[in-house]
C-alpha cells in the first residue's frame, strides 16, 4: 500500500523558511519521479515543483523559482521541499506526490499546512 506522510509545516513569518518532508513507504521509491503540489486557500491544486528519479533533473513553477529546493534521498524514501523568502501567497497545504504530471492526477500524501503571515 502507497504511503506518502508529510512533515514541516507550521507558521512562518514574513521572509522566513521551512523545511517541508515526505517519507513514502509501499512501492519503489527511488524508480518515480516525485513532486509537491499545493493549494491555497480557496484554490485548486497547483503544481509546485518536480523532482527525477536519481535527483539530477528538476524543475519549479515560477512562482516558487529561485525560492524553493526538492530534492531526494532515495536511500531513505525521503523527498523534501526547502522553502526560503516565504511569502503570504505561500500559505497552502504542500502535497507530496508520487510521479510526475498533472496534479489532480497523482497519489497524494495528506499534506501539512503551511502559513505564512505578514
Known amino acids: 500500500q502507497v504511503q506518502l506522510v508529510e512533515s514541516g509545516g507550521g507558521l512562518v513569518q514574513f521572509g522566513g523558511s521551512l523545511r517541508l518532508s515526505c517519507a513514502a513507504s509501499?512501492?519503489?521509491?527511488?524508480?518515480?519521479?516525485m513532486s509537491w503540489v499545493r493549494q491555497g486557500p480557496g484554490k485548486g491544486l497547483e503544481w509546485v515543483s518536480d523532482?527525477?528519479?536519481?535527483?539530477?533533473?528538476?524543475n519549479y513553477a515560477d512562482s516558487v523559482k529561485g525560492r524553493f529546493t526538492i530534492s531526494r534521498a532515495n536511500a531513505k524514501n525521503a523527498l523534501y521541499l526547502d522553502m526560503h523568502s516565504l511569502k503570504p501567497e505561500d500559505t497552502a497545504v504542500y502535497y507530496c506526490?508520487?510521479?510526475?504530471?498533472?496534479?489532480?492526477?497523482?497519489?497524494r500524501g495528506q499534506g501539512t499546512q503551511v502559513t505564512v503571515s505578514s
Open positions: 523532482i527525477s528519479t536519481g535527483g539530477g533533473s528538476t
Open positions: 506526490a508520487k510521479g510526475r504530471g498533472s496534479p489532480t492526477t497523482l497519489l
Open positions: 509501499g512501492f519503489m521509491f527511488g524508480h518515480y519521479p
